[in-house]
C-alpha cells in the first residue's frame, strides 16, 4: 500500500515537474536559448494563485480548477512581456546576452514576489479539495489525482496544438530552421512569442498544482529551474517527450528514495547518476543530439 501512494505521489511531483521542463524546452528550442527565469516562473504562478483565491466567492466549488485557466491567461501574458523585454532585443547578441537578462528577470520576479508577498510560504487552493480517496483500501489524496489529470491534459493539449494544427507546424518549424521558416512566409518573430506565452503558461500551471501541497515562497523558482534543467539533459537536449520523461524519472526517484533516507541524501543520488549519464549517455535516454546552448 505504501509502495502505490509513493507511486501515486511520485507521478503527482512529476506531473507538475514536467509542466516547468516542457516550458524550458518549448523555448530553448524555439530561441536555441535557456530561459533561466522559467522556475521563478513557476513561483510566480503558484503566488498569483495564492493573491486571486480570496476573490472567488466562498461559494463556488473547486476553486483550483477555476483559477486554474486564469492563471493560465495571466501567465501566457506575462511570458509575452518577458519575451518582449528579456528575449527579442537581445536576439542577435552572444548568448551570454540572454543568459543574464533572463537571470535578471528571475531576480526581479523574486524580489516583487517578497515585497509583495513576503517570505513567509504560501499555499494556494486544491484544484477539487484537501481530501482523500479510498481505492479499494488504498488512501490516495485527491490533489495528487488533481494534479496528474490537469498536466495530462496539458500535455496533450501541446501535443495537439503541435501535431494536428497549423500554428503548430509554425512553431515547430520555427523551432527546427527559423531562417528557412522567416523564408517560407513563417512570422518567426511571432511564433517566438507564443512560445514564450505558451511555456510560461505551463510553468504558472505547474506552480499552481504545486502550491498547494508543497507551498510556494518567493525564493522556491531555483530549485525547480535546477530540474528543469536536469530533466533535459536526462531525457535528451531538445526533446520535448525526453524532458516529460526526465521530469517523471527525477519525482520517482525524489519520493522513492527519501521515503527510504532522507531528501538531502536523494538530492545527493539524483546529481550523481546525472553525472553517470551525463557520462555514459551525453546525448540523454531519448538521444537527441543537443542544439547549440544559449
Known amino acids: 500500500m505504501i509502495t502505490l501512494q509513493l507511486l501515486v ?4 511531483l512529476g506531473a507538475a515537474y514536467a509542466l516547468v521542463a516542457l516550458g524550458f524546452v518549448l523555448v ?21 494563485g495564492v493573491a486571486l483565491a480570496p476573490h472567488l466567492p466562498g461559494y463556488l466549488p473547486l476553486p483550483g480548477l477555476l483559477l486554474l485557466p486564469v492563471v493560465l491567461v495571466l501567465m501566457a501574458g506575462l511570458g509575452l512581456l518577458l519575451a518582449a523585454a528579456a528575449y ?16 535578471a528577470a528571475g531576480i526581479i520576479l523574486q524580489n516583487g514576489a517578497s515585497v509583495l508577498f513576503g517570505p513567509e510560504p504560501r499555499a494556494a487552493p486544491p484544484l477539487l479539495s484537501g481530501g482523500t480517496l479510498d481505492l479499494g483500501g488504498l488512501v490516495v489524496a485527491e490533489q495528487s489525482l488533481a494534479i496528474i489529470a490537469v498536466a495530462a491534459l496539458l500535455i496533450a493539449g501541446q501535443q495537439w496544438l503541435f501535431g494536428r494544427t497549423q500554428l503548430g507546424r509554425r512553431l515547430r518549424a520555427t523551432a527546427q530552421d527559423p531562417e528557412m521558416a522567416r523564408a517560407c512566409g513563417v512570422p518567426v518573430t511571432a511564433m517566438i512569442l507564443i512560445t514564450f506565452a505558451l ?4 510553468a504558472g500551471a505547474a506552480g499552481l498544482l504545486l502550491a498547494n501541497r508543497y507551498f510556494v515562497t518567493p525564493t522556491a523558482g531555483g530549485d525547480l529551474i535546477l530540474k528543469a534543467y536536469i530533466a533535459v539533459t536526462i531525457g535528451g537536449w531538445g526533446s520535448v517527450p525526453g524532458a516529460v520523461a526526465g521530469a517523471l524519472l527525477i519525482a520517482l526517484f525524489e519520493v522513492g528514495v527519501s521515503s527510504v533516507l532522507s531528501y538531502p541524501v536523494a538530492l545527493g543520488l539524483l546529481y550523481a547518476t546525472l553525472l553517470v549519464i551525463l557520462v555514459a549517455r551525453p546525448q540523454g535516454l531519448f538521444g537527441e543530439a543537443a542544439r547549440r546552448r544559449a
Do not use: E, K
Not at 536576439?91 to 533572463?102: E, K, N, Q
Not at 511555456?199 to 505551463?202: I, Q, W, Y
Open 9 to 12: 505521489n511520485g507521478l503527482a
Open 199 to 202: 511555456g510560461t503558461a505551463f
Open 88 to 103: 527579442l532585443p537581445l536576439r542577435r547578441r552572444p548568448p551570454v546576452a540572454v543568459f543574464i537578462s533572463t537571470i
Open 28 to 48: 530553448l528550442n524555439a530561441t536555441a536559448a535557456v530561459n533561466f527565469a522559467q522556475g521563478d516562473l513557476v513561483m510566480a504562478g503558484g503566488l498569483l
